[in-house]
């Protein structure tokens, strides 16, 4: 498990975790820790290819573990994604792949709107830079 600094911490706060543990419904009874609050970084494992910068593992204030969260930056903007599986050819068993020759990929998990999704993806990529400073930086490539 990586140590967060105490930046990478309260940017996790502020940015998405406290609003997750804010909607537990009413009836839970023993109220939540701080630590409990946050979102945590548990692995990073920089990739660098094309817009691809590496791919996050974190947990959320409810326990929930993510691995394999794409964090990509391109034209001055980063985000992270939630990770998705390749589609496959129910017919032939072959992966899918657009006109161009890609792979194309099918979501896992999503989040019920873009706001929320937005808040989550800005505050995994804050963990991620308060954690690995420079690790997303463009390096004059894009």
């Known amino acids: 498990m990586e140590s967060l600094t105490p930046a ?19 009836t839970h009874s023993t109220p939540a820790s701080s630590s409990q609050k946050q979102m ?10 094309n ?27 980063t985000w992270a994604s939630l990770p998705s599986k390749p589609m496959i050819d129910s017919g032939t068993g072959a992966a899918i792949r657009d006109d161009a020759g890609k792979l194309k990929y099918a979501p896992i998990l999503s989040w019920r709107d873009r706001d929320l999704g937005d808040r989550w993806s ?6 991620v830079r308060a954690a690995h400073p420079g690790a997303l930086d463009d390096g004059g490539l894009l």
């Open 8 to 26: 990478a911490e309260g940017a996790a706060a502020r940015g998405f975790g406290g609003g997750i543990a804010a909607r537990r419904p009413a």
């Open 51 to 77: 817009s691809l910068r590496g791919f996050a593992t974190i947990e959320l204030p409810i326990g929930l573990v993510i691995a394999d969260i794409v964090i990509c930056t391109s034209h001055g903007r």
């Open 122 to 127: 800005n505050a995994v990529v804050e963990l």
């Open 40 to 49: 945590r970084l548990i692995e990073w494992r920089p990739f660098r290819r």
